[in-house]
């Protein structure tokens, strides 16, 4: 039996949180994929690039604070992709082009997925059905009558 053990990072809290979003944007996703490794580990990590923040990053944490909307979690990926790509010195058509011609199937969720004015995430189910019945006399959908959707980025 083979087991990988866990890997740790112990820095300042700023540090980490950089990491975490660097870590979760497309372009870090994109160079792990160009990488060739097989499997996320050690060598291909410490090729990763840390820049430094491009302001002040602060630790006051409310009960507001986190991002509880379907719609609000998806703006803030794509704002951390985009910070990212600053960082990194990638234009903003270069992203493009690596979302484009990189990510495919991430590319087709996105341009169905669609939002209702609460800005929860509206079922596929409930799409399909839209799309052959039409609104329901109550839809609660936002961009009627069309279907349901507040524009997901592209």
């Given at each position: ?38 499997e996320l ?22 009960m ?7 719609a ?27 979302y ?20 929860r ?11 052959r ?22």
């Amino acid at each position: 039996m083979h087991i990988h053990g866990v890997f740790t990072l112990n820095s300042a809290a700023a540090d980490l949180a950089l990491a975490a979003g660097m870590w979760a944007s497309l372009p870090m996703d994109f160079f792990v994929k160009v990488s060739g490794s097989g499997e996320l580990n050690q060598s291909v990590i410490r090729r990763f690039p840390h820049p430094r923040p491009l302001g002040e990053v602060t630790q006051n944490w409310t009960m507001a604070t986190p991002l509880r909307k379907d719609a609000e979690r998806r703006q803030a990926l794509v704002e951390i992709d985009a910070l990212a790509a600053v960082m990194l010195g990638i234009t903003a058509e270069e992203l493009c082009a690596i979302y484009r011609t990189q990510f495919g199937v991430l590319r087709k969720y996105e341009r169905v997925m669609q939002h209702d004015k609460n800005g929860r995430q509206v079922p596929k189910d409930i799409l399909k059905d839209h799309d052959r019945h039409g609104p329901a006399p109550s839809s609660a959908a936002t961009n009627s009558p069309s279907p349901p959707s507040t524009a997901s980025p592209k």
